[in-house]
């Protein structure tokens, strides 16, 4: 086994996370104690989970030091968790060798491969985790996505101007809101599970045929993808990008369906590319006044025309929401998914450490270069990208960093 050990791995950081919004932390007192109890050491910045509902007080009966930001541990430590990366400047302190592992928007980061290489920080991109069955309990696009979906719908609801499900009253009876998906990933059926309780008549497209066993059993109804043109294929748990000429045909087959919808939950993404457009402005046109779409794609472009991220757009009497930052929203649960998500690959890197002799104590991170989940993930190390197709960077020198 090609197998790569920092040495005596074990002290490990928990910032707060200094990215404007964002309320979600690491790890939770819960998953401080579970990797505690498998000899890793833990020093958590004070305040680091307060937005989240953890208190430092909380952290310190799991077993973790908690220590004042610049108090000069992001220079002694071994590893960092974090959410998302980050500044520059607090990077610039990380040791030598150390390893991070967090959401760290790989694609096209070129100044931040540049730092990492120079710092030779082993970095693990969570976005990149293959999607194998052995993966699944680290996959943290899955666990916030879920929570994104969710939230979309409540969003949507509030927003709307009639209720969501069927009422009848002495008055008369209330006809359930329509709602339309776009994407059966994990958003989208969480969206579509989340409409349905609430009442709604759900209708979801998606490119893959295959989702359509998905979507029924979750009550909705799906919407076949245009059969005249070649739908994009899927990779690894992903959908492709798709041509210009299936794009087209789904935008018309979809204006039949915005122009009856009350709600509309945006979630189509492709991995390091743009989301596709799947909504014009003459879509638009067509909604009636008063429906919402809540688009979940914003950040990437979007999938819907006239949406902005982090914004809440009024046009022409149609509600449109750039829901950019959904999980931070939720942060107590969608902290406590994400931490479970990271203890579970750490303790992978636990495994691995013993299985290439690290004595079984289970106090030092393995990198097996050869593991896919740490191959598929591991961004950079001893000072290489690993992965160069995602940021333009000059390939990898044959045997460097192995």
């Known amino acids: 086994m090609d197998a790569v050990r920092p040495p005596a791995l074990t002290q490990l950081l928990i910032p707060r996370e200094r990215h404007p919004g964002e309320a979600r932390v690491a790890a939770t007192p819960e998953t401080v104690q579970r990797l505690a109890a498998k000899g890793l050491i833990f020093h958590v910045e004070a305040g680091a989970g307060l937005a989240s509902g953890f208190s430092d007080a909380d952290y310190a009966s799991a077993g973790a030091a908690i220590s004042e930001p610049g108090n000069g541990l992001w220079s002694e430590v071994d590893g960092l968790l974090c959410v998302q990366t980050p500044p520059a400047a607090l990077l610039e302190r990380l040791r030598s060798g150390a390893?991070?592992?967090?959401?760290?928007?790989?694609?096209?980061?070129?100044?931040?491969?540049?730092?990492?290489?120079?710092?030779?920080?082993?970095?693990?991109?969570?976005?990149?985790?293959?999607?194998?069955?052995?993966?699944?309990?680290?996959?943290?696009?899955?666990?916030?996505?879920?929570?994104?979906?969710?939230?979309?719908?409540?969003?949507?609801?509030?927003?709307?101007?009639?209720?969501?499900?069927?009422?009848?009253?002495?008055?008369?009876?209330?006809?359930?809101?329509?709602?339309?998906?776009?994407?059966?990933?994990?958003?989208?059926?969480?969206?579509?599970?989340?409409?349905?309780?609430?009442?709604?008549?759900?209708?979801?497209?998606?490119?893959?045929?295959?989702?359509?066993?998905?979507v029924e059993s979750l009550g909705g109804r799906f919407l076949a993808p245009p059969d005249q043109v070649p739908a994009p294929e899927e990779q690894g748990g992903y959908a492709q990008a798709a041509s210009e000429a299936f794009l087209a045909a789904q935008r018309e087959q979809l204006a039949e369906q915005l122009a009856v919808a009350d709600m509309v939950i945006c979630t189509a993404q492709v991995p390091g590319r743009p989301a596709p457009r799947l909504i014009s402005e003459a879509m638009l046109d067509r909604m009636r006044p008063g429906s919402v779409l809540v688009d979940l794609a914003v950040a990437q472009g979007g999938n819907s025309a006239a949406t902005v991220s982090g914004e809440t757009v009024l046009r022409q009497g149609v509600i449109l929401i750039g829901a950019d930052a959904l999980p931070s929203s939720v942060p107590h649960h969608a902290s406590a998914l994400y931490a479970r998500n990271l203890a579970a690959l750490l303790e992978h890197l636990l495994g691995l450490a013993g299985e290439s002799g690290g004595g079984g104590e289970g106090r030092t991170l393995g990198l097996d270069l050869e593991d896919p989940i740490v191959a598929g993930c591991l961004f950079t190390h001893a000072g290489s990208c690993r992965r160069p197709d995602l940021v333009g960077v000059a390939e990898t020198p044959v045997g460097a960093g192995s």
């Open 99 to 214: 390893l991070m592992a967090g959401m760290l928007s790989p694609y096209r980061a070129l100044e931040l491969v540049e730092l990492l290489n120079r710092r030779q920080v082993s970095a693990l991109a969570l976005e990149l985790l293959p999607r194998i069955s052995r993966a699944q309990s680290m996959d943290v696009l899955s666990s916030q996505a879920n929570i994104a979906g969710y939230k979309a719908v409540l969003l949507a609801a509030a927003a709307l101007d009639r209720y969501v499900p069927m009422l009848m009253t002495a008055a008369g009876t209330i006809q359930p809101a329509r709602a339309l998906v776009l994407g059966a990933g994990v958003a989208g059926l969480q969206a579509l599970a989340t409409a349905r309780r609430l009442g709604a008549v759900v209708t979801v497209s998606d490119v893959r045929p295959a989702a359509r066993e998905q």
